[in-house]
């Protein structure tokens, strides 16, 4: 039998630290190849090998996968939804040739598998904003949400047309303590937590009552991996997954840290990335991956919030 051997790419950002300390428990540490452009966060040095990558060069992308072995790819490296806006060719530039890359490589050298990640961001004003389905409306405003919609109907082609097992999930707006946010319309759920407890105050770009759906990291974390270890007859959506877990407005997080922090006060100014959250649901139905695969988060709002206050 074929020895799994892992390359995530974009491996120091919000998620990537988390996955692949998660993966090096899971495979052995020598198994999982960290690459990133920046160099290597402070968490993953000495638990296992790093390599500087710029994943847009296919070449050097191809020489490491060949010369690593490497049979499974988790592509992490993209420029999210507030960044994106900022400079849209560049956005739809990296996310789209990192993925295209990725899935030609995959194609040639016959990889296992692949995870891309994707996000709630592929809805628009148009889907339905609660308990958005799996199957609707998707008419994406942001560049980001714009290349992870192109992203998905690539996935689903190669997988389709080539074979490749290449599997994805719609994340939320992801709450973590480990590792700083890369630049997201979410990102003022993970703010909130380090200012409550070092000022007692917070000002959110986003107005009080805007809703998102959220989760938290651990959850997203043993998402990926259930999805990823699923065997590939369960995994019937090839361009990727509804996944949920809590949604909540800047207002009620407020409250549930004041539970905590009772003289945290809240004040209020929306900012270009409220136009961005005004185009995304408010939650989000996922009974196909809980069909499909078994999908069950853990955390809600009380219990992660807990979590949060303790850690950072
Ligand atoms: P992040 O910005 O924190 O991390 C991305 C990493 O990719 C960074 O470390 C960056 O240096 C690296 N990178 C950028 N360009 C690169 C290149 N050319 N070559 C190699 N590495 C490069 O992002 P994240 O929050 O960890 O997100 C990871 C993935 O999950 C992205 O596809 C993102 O769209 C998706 N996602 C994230 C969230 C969230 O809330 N964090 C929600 C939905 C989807």
Same mark, same amino acid.
């Given at each position: 039998?074929?020895?799994?051997?892992?390359?995530?790419?974009?491996?120091?950002?919000?998620?990537?630290?988390?996955?692949?300390?998660?993966? =090096?428990?899971?495979?052995?540490?020598? @198994?999982?190849?960290?690459?990133?452009? =920046?160099?290597?966060?402070?968490?993953?040095?000495?638990?296992?090998?790093?390599?500087? %990558?710029?994943?847009?060069?296919?070449?050097?992308?191809?020489?490491?996968?060949?010369?690593?072995?490497?049979?499974?790819?988790?592509?992490?490296?993209?420029?999210?939804?507030?960044?994106?806006?900022?400079?849209?060719?560049?956005?739809?530039?990296?996310?789209?040739?990192?993925?295209?890359?990725? %899935?030609?490589?995959?194609?040639?050298?016959?990889?296992?598998?692949?995870?891309?990640?994707?996000?709630?961001?592929?809805?628009?004003?148009?889907?339905?904003?609660?308990?958005?389905?799996?199957?609707?409306?998707?008419?994406?405003?942001?560049?980001?949400?714009?290349?992870?919609?192109?992203?998905?109907?690539?996935?689903?082609?190669?997988?389709? =047309?080539?074979?490749?097992?290449?599997?994805?999930?719609?994340?939320?707006?992801?709450?973590?303590?480990?590792?700083?946010?890369?630049?997201?319309?979410?990102?003022?759920?993970?703010?909130?937590?380090?200012?409550?407890?070092?000022?007692?105050?917070?000002?959110?770009?986003?107005?009080?009552?805007?809703?998102?759906?959220?989760?938290?990291?651990?959850?997203?974390?043993?998402?990926?991996?259930?999805?990823?270890?699923?065997?590939?007859?369960?995994?019937?959506?090839?361009?990727?997954?509804? %996944?949920?877990?809590?949604?909540?407005?800047?207002?009620?997080?407020?409250?549930?840290?004041?539970?905590?922090?009772?003289?945290?006060?809240?004040?209020?100014?929306?900012?270009?990335?409220?136009?961005?959250?005004?185009?995304?649901?408010?939650?989000?139905?996922?009974?196909?991956?809980? @069909?499909?695969?078994?999908?069950?988060?853990?955390?809600?709002?009380?219990?992660?919030?807990?979590?949060?206050?303790?850690?950072?």
């Amino acid at each position: 039998m074929k020895k799994d051997k892992i390359l995530v790419i974009g491996a120091c950002g919000q998620i990537g630290v988390e996955l692949t300390l998660a993966l =090096r428990k899971m495979y052995g540490d020598t @198994n999982v190849l960290a690459s990133d452009l =920046r160099e290597e966060h402070d968490l993953l040095k000495g638990t296992g090998p790093y390599v500087s %990558l710029d994943v847009m060069n296919k070449e050097m992308l191809h020489v490491l996968v060949i010369r690593h072995n490497i049979t499974q790819i988790y592509l992490l490296a993209a420029i999210l939804s507030a960044t994106g806006e900022k400079n849209p060719l560049l956005a739809w530039h990296i996310n789209m040739q990192s993925l295209l890359n990725v %899935l030609d490589i995959a194609k040639e050298e016959n990889l296992d598998k692949i995870y891309w990640p994707s996000s709630i961001a592929v809805f628009g004003p148009n889907s339905p904003a609660q308990e958005t389905p799996q199957h609707t409306v998707i008419e994406p405003t942001t560049i980001y949400g714009i290349s992870k919609f192109a992203g998905e109907r690539w996935c689903e082609y190669y997988n389709h =047309r080539f074979g490749v097992d290449v599997r994805s999930l719609r994340y939320p707006g992801l709450i973590s303590y480990k590792s700083a946010p890369g630049g997201g319309t979410t990102d003022y759920a993970i703010e909130i937590f380090h200012e409550a407890k070092e000022h007692g105050k917070y000002t959110s770009f986003l107005s009080e009552d805007t809703y998102l759906p959220m989760m938290y990291m651990p959850d997203a974390i043993r998402a990926t991996i259930e999805l990823m270890e699923a065997d590939a007859s369960k995994i019937a959506v090839r361009s990727a997954y509804n %996944l949920g877990a809590m949604s909540f407005s800047p207002k009620e997080i407020g409250a549930e840290i004041k539970k905590h922090i009772p003289g945290f006060t809240m004040a209020y100014e929306p900012d270009y990335r409220q136009q961005i959250a005004d185009g995304w649901p408010n939650s989000i139905d996922d009974s196909q991956a809980r @069909n499909d695969w078994g999908w069950k988060p853990e955390f809600d709002l009380a219990a992660m919030t807990v979590d949060m206050l303790k850690n950072i």
